[in-house]
């Protein structure tokens, strides 16, 4: 790649990040809802059960749901409403630029809301720091990795295969909301495990995973089975793995990788239909033009007859 056009697609992806910090603070309730209520929610669990270790990371991971998927989801749905991508796709921007563009503040925007979360919560509760010694670090990067990815993606799925805008906001807030309060922040998970039913019924919601190898890998509980006697009272949290731990990496790399090839498969039918619309254009003019051919050189009024019925055929 020429450095001048290099330097042309840095500025476009410059220019596109700022427009996304730009709609990213505009909108008050991002700041709200996106790092006041789950920094709020989880400092006032603290406050009371400092001693609950689920918290401090369950916090940031509906954060990062909140940020990495449902405020992304919101942010291409309102581009598709106002017509910007459409403007966008009409110009000479490279498709990997836009999307890179896209990708990096998601990424960056997630990590400085997640990284401020974080602070706040150590600087005020320093009883957090002790987890860190014990923490199982690969499980954690994994973790929030996985996280990450599948809150990504998500929102590429109900932004591609949902096209009325409404429903789509609706099922990402109804995710999020069911993150926040059903997998270790609005409700300690402790309890939550403890009714089976609900238990059972968070099998299907695609962040348990992820958010699982992250709170186990807090905890250094590398089976998913945790139990901590060091306060004085007997606290005990089976994820419900049945001590196979390989088995929660697996399904939240298989949840990712649905979403992936859902996305992936409709690009490819896509791309099919509008490969066999231009092949289809080319051959009716084609045929059209054989058609205007064969009327004028002939002076058979027979044959134009059948010419003629031949092409209502066909049509």
């Given at each position: 790649?020429?450095?001048?056009?290099?330097?042309?697609?840095?500025?476009?992806?410059?220019?596109?990040?700022?427009?996304?910090?730009?709609?990213?603070?505009?909108?008050?309730?991002?700041?709200?809802?996106?790092?006041?209520?789950?920094?709020?929610?989880?400092?006032?669990?603290?406050?009371?059960?400092?001693?609950?270790?689920?918290?401090?990371?369950?916090?940031?991971?509906?954060?990062?749901?909140?940020?990495?998927?449902?405020?992304?989801?919101?942010?291409?749905?309102?581009?598709?409403?106002?017509?910007?991508?459409?403007?966008?796709?009409?110009?000479d921007i490279n498709n990997k630029t836009k999307h890179l563009s896209l990708?990096?503040?998601?990424?960056?925007?997630?990590?400085?809301?997640?990284?401020?979360?974080?602070?706040?919560?150590?600087?005020?509760?320093?009883?957090?720091?002790?987890?860190?010694?014990?923490?199982?670090?690969?499980?954690?990067?994994?973790?929030?990795?996985?996280?990450?990815?599948?809150?990504?993606?998500?929102?590429?799925?109900?932004?591609?295969?949902?096209?009325?805008?409404?429903?789509?906001?609706?099922?990402?807030?109804?995710?999020?909301?069911?993150?926040?309060?059903f997998l270790g922040l609005g409700f300690p998970f402790a309890r939550i495990?403890?009714?089976?039913?609900?238990?059972?019924?968070?099998?299907?919601?695609?962040?348990?995973?992820?958010?699982?190898?992250?709170?186990?890998?807090?905890?250094?509980?590398?089976?998913?089975?945790?139990?901590?006697?060091?306060?004085?009272?007997?606290?005990?949290?089976?994820?419900?793995?049945?001590?196979?731990?390989?088995?929660?990496?697996?399904?939240?790399?298989?949840?990712?990788?649905?979403?992936?090839?859902?996305?992936?498969?409709?690009?490819?039918?896509?791309?099919?239909?509008?490969?066999?619309?231009?092949?289809?254009?080319?051959?009716?003019?084609?045929?059209?033009?054989?058609?205007?051919?064969?009327?004028?050189?002939?002076?058979?009024?027979?044959?134009?007859?059948?010419?003629?019925?031949?092409?209502?055929?066909?049509?």
């Amino acid at each position: 790649m020429k450095l001048s056009k290099l330097k042309k697609e840095y500025r476009v992806f410059s220019m596109l990040f700022v427009i996304q910090t730009k709609h990213w603070f505009k909108n008050p309730l991002n700041i709200f809802l996106g790092v006041f209520i789950s920094l709020y929610t989880m400092l006032c669990w603290l406050a009371f059960k400092n001693n609950d270790p689920f918290l401090l990371v369950s916090g940031i991971c509906v954060a990062m749901t909140r940020n990495s998927m449902y405020i992304y989801l919101r942010t291409i749905i309102d581009w598709r409403n106002k017509n910007f991508t459409d403007k966008i796709n009409m110009t000479d921007i490279n498709n990997k630029t836009k999307h890179l563009s896209l990708l990096a503040f998601n990424l960056v925007s997630t990590f400085l809301i997640c990284l401020l979360l974080f602070s706040i919560s150590m600087a005020l509760f320093p009883a957090q720091w002790s987890y860190l010694d014990n923490m199982n670090g690969l499980m954690m990067l994994f973790g929030l990795a996985i996280c990450w990815i599948t809150c990504y993606v998500i929102a590429l799925f109900l932004y591609t295969f949902i096209s009325n805008s409404k429903w789509a906001v609706m099922i990402g807030l109804l995710i999020y909301f069911s993150t926040m309060y059903f997998l270790g922040l609005g409700f300690p998970f402790a309890r939550i495990v403890q009714q089976k039913w609900l238990n059972y019924l968070l099998y299907a919601h695609p962040m348990r995973y992820s958010i699982n190898i992250v709170q186990a890998g807090f905890v250094n509980a590398p089976d998913f089975n945790f139990i901590d006697t060091s306060e004085g009272t007997k606290l005990s949290v089976d994820f419900g793995y049945g001590g196979k731990g390989w088995l929660a990496y697996l399904l939240a790399t298989l949840t990712t990788i649905g979403y992936i090839i859902c996305l992936v498969l409709k690009r490819v039918v896509d791309w099919n239909y509008k490969y066999k619309s231009k092949n289809k254009i080319k051959r009716l003019r084609a045929e059209s033009k054989q058609y205007i051919k064969a009327i004028i050189e002939t002076n058979d009024i027979e044959f134009l007859n059948r010419l003629r019925e031949d092409r209502r055929q066909k049509d």
